[in-house]
């Protein structure tokens, strides 16, 4: 039964990836997004000096119910899909778990992003029966006094008695750790990447580009990395420490970012407002956003909403004159967009994500 549906999963995936760059070709919308995120909050208890998120109060956001019916309505349309969940902190969201559970009643797959806050030993234990299927801590630093200095609160030891209950008490929920590359990590990229995988053990471990302080208008400026203390100065001890995080995921061990995003990424800190793209921008034949009062968007950045899921039909906001319109806008956008949540995924990603869940759960 699981490989059946394993197979029913490569043969919509393949199928709309063909559609996907169709789409691309000829500027018209054949396909369905292969991508799927939702900002389930903006609210968020931490103090991170790189993102100011945790100033925003909650406003207007759906509630769990009606968010119940926003994903039934994209189940309905998507069929089996993966939807990736950050915020604000996912886990102060109130009824999270709720949410999480009806994801897996109805078959979505659920990756979440989080500061691991509010994961206590109770709150693993629901981690545990109702997912995520792939929760993601973000930890930016091996030393605990690094990263609970960029963190503003100390969070580094609540992740990690999350992480060893979690592995203590069952294998089925694909752990990583994601850091963000800045002035005060990027000297141990590897050293860090190496204890969340031989120390920490978790599965993955993901590297995120300095951005922007998140929820400011810093990004407006176009100098905004000279005056961001964040920002990395010496780009090239930081290349020659991505070479060696390549030289890792070239030896087999499991850094999630693509080998062409790590390229990427040594051009980009070199060179942040013009660096090379990888790739063209895909987002709007890829990607589908939802923020927590249920607009829809292609990008965070150009932020031009296309519908309110309160309100429309998901697949109608997809197909709309008005999507089209935004699209066409959009198109030839060559910001320097390098944030994992820009990069619609390969054809090869998307299988071997869903083959990792496969292994570890079935897909039933
Ligand atoms: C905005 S957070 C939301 C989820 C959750 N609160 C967390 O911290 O994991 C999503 C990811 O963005 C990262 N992030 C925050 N500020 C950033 C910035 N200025 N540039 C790049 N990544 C950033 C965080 O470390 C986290 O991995
Ligand atoms: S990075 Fe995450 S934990 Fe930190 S303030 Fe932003 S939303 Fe909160
Ligand atoms: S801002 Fe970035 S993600 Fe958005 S359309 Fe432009 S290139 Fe694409």
Redesign the pocket.
């Known amino acids: 039964m699981t490989l059946l549906k394993d197979i029913e999963f490569a043969a919509y995936q393949g199928t709309n990836h063909l559609a996907k760059q169709l789409s691309y070709t000829l500027d018209r919308r054949l396909n369905k997004p292969s991508q799927v995120s939702l900002?389930i909050t903006d609210i968020?208890a931490?103090r991170?000096t790189?993102?100011d998120?945790w100033k925003l109060q909650e406003n207007n956001e759906l509630s769990i119910d009606e968010w119940k019916g926003v994903l039934d309505r994209l189940r309905e349309w998507l069929g089996p899909f993966f939807l990736v969940i950050?915020?604000?902190?996912?886990f102060q969201k109130r009824g999270f778990f709720d949410f999480l559970a009806h994801c897996r009643e109805i078959g979505i797959k659920t990756k979440v992003?989080?500061?691991g806050m509010y994961l206590t030993p109770k709150a693993c234990e629901r981690v545990l029966e109702v997912g995520p299927d792939f929760l993601?801590?973000?930890i930016?630093h091996h030393a605990r006094e690094v990263h609970d200095r960029i963190r503003g609160v100390p969070l580094y030891d609540r992740c990690l008695e999350a992480i060893d209950f979690l592995k203590a008490h069952d294998e089925s929920v694909v752990l990583g750790i994601?850091?963000?590359i800045?002035e005060e990590t990027a000297r141990d990229l590897v050293a860090t990447a190496e204890w969340a995988l031989d120390e920490v053990g978790v599965d993955r471990v993901l590297f995120?580009?300095?951005?922007?302080?998140?929820a400011t208008d810093e990004g407006l400026d176009p100098g905004w990395f000279d005056r961001n203390p964040?920002w990395p100065r010496d780009t090239a001890a930081l290349r020659a420490e991505i070479e060696r995080l390549r030289a890792m995921k070239r030896a087999g061990r499991p850094v999630w970012n693509p080998d062409e995003h790590l390229v990427a990424l040594q051009h980009y800190f070199e060179d942040p407002a013009s660096h090379p793209r990888p790739d063209e921008c895909m987002v709007r034949y890829s990607t589908y956003n939802i923020d927590p009062r249920g607009d829809v968007m292609f990008c965070w950045t150009v932020d031009d909403r296309v519908g309110n899921l309160r309100h429309e039909h998901p697949r109608a906001i997809w197909e709309s004159a008005l999507a089209q319109q935004v699209r066409d806008k959009m198109k030839g956008c060559k910001a320097p967009c390098l944030?994992n949540c820009y990069r619609g995924r390969s054809l090869r990603e998307q299988v071997g994500l869903f083959k990792l869940f496969a292994e570890r759960q079935g897909f039933g």
């Open positions: 900002l968020c931490a991170c790189m993102c998120m950050s915020g604000g902190e996912p992003s989080t500061n993601s801590f973000s930016d994601a850091s963000v800045m995120q580009p300095l951005y922007p302080t998140f964040h944030l």
